[in-house]
T-cell receptor
Framework: SAVISQKPSRDICQRGTSLTIQCQVD?????MFWYRQQPGQSLTLIAT?????????ESGFVIDKFPISRPNLTFSTLTVSNMSPEDSSIYLC?????????????FGPGTRLLVL | GNSVTQMEGPVTLSEEAFLTINCTYT??????LFWYVQYPGEGLQLLLK?????DKGSNKGFEATYRKETTSFHLEKGSVQVSDSAVYFC??????????FGPGTSLSVIP
């Protein structure tokens, strides 16, 4: 399966600031996904990022708050803007690995964010 | 819409006990079904999957069978170990739509 890395692995931030999370994949993938996992909760899809097009956001998530870049087929960033304590979560990058099977998603290790 | 329901946790078992985590789903069409595992402090790992009715997914001693008639995909393991302590997520995906995750079931295995 694809090997996915994320930076930073964790961070503590002050409210009102922004944090950019990077996701790097060891192979070219068409679709990349960003999820949020609030403490003790399941995963919620934030957006789908395809290379060369605008990200598609799920209900409840907007581009101004969570801008996403997808400059090439191996890399994406998610920015959490104007943070508040409610943004404290684990943020996970995910990809489809077309070499395996398109319906399966694989996940990065996550970025643990605490907003004070 | 599509949804996944899992048994409530947390589940606490003694080492070598038998494990069952129930998962049922509601979906239009014919979904693929997955179990993901999240070890403490880590991201999600794909544990096993099944893509059509009566398929059995298996990995690391875990098994789950895709039961279309009962819309279920229960996770089982014959003898759990302390290292199996984690949160387990059942999930489905239909025709390249987004993945729908269940709420997760926390498992603690005590020596």
């Amino acid at each position: 399966s694809a090997v996915i890395s994320q930076k930073p692995s964790r961070d503590i931030c002050q409210r009102g600031t922004s944090l950019t999370i990077q996701c790097q994949v060891d192979s070219q993938v068409t679709m990349m996904f960003w999820y949020r996992q609030q403490p003790g909760q399941s995963l919620t899809l934030i957006a789908t990022a395809n290379q060369g097009s605008e990200a598609t956001y799920e209900s409840g998530f907007v581009i101004d708050k969570f801008p996403i870049s997808r400059p090439n087929l191996t890399f994406s960033t998610l920015t959490v803007s104007n943070m508040s304590p409610e943004d404290s979560s684990i943020y996970l990058c995910s990809v489809e690995d077309g070499r395996q099977s398109r319906e399966t998603q694989y996940f990065g290790p996550g970025t643990r964010l605490l907003v004070l | 819409g599509n949804s996944v329901t899992q048994m409530e946790g947390p589940v606490t078992l003694s080492e070598e006990a038998f494990l069952t985590i129930n998962c049922t789903y509601t979906a239009t069409g014919y979904p693929s079904l997955f179990w993901y595992v999240q070890y403490p402090g880590e991201g999600l790992q794909l544990l096993l999957k099944a893509t059509k009715a009566d398929d059995k997914g298996s990995n690391k001693g875990f098994e789950a069978t895709y039961r279309k008639e009962t819309t279920s995909f229960h996770l089982e393991k014959g003898s759990v170990q302390v290292s199996d302590s984690a949160v387990y997520f059942c999930a489905l995906r239909t025709s390249y739509d987004k993945v729908i995750f269940g709420p997760g079931t926390s498992l603690s295995v005590i020596p």
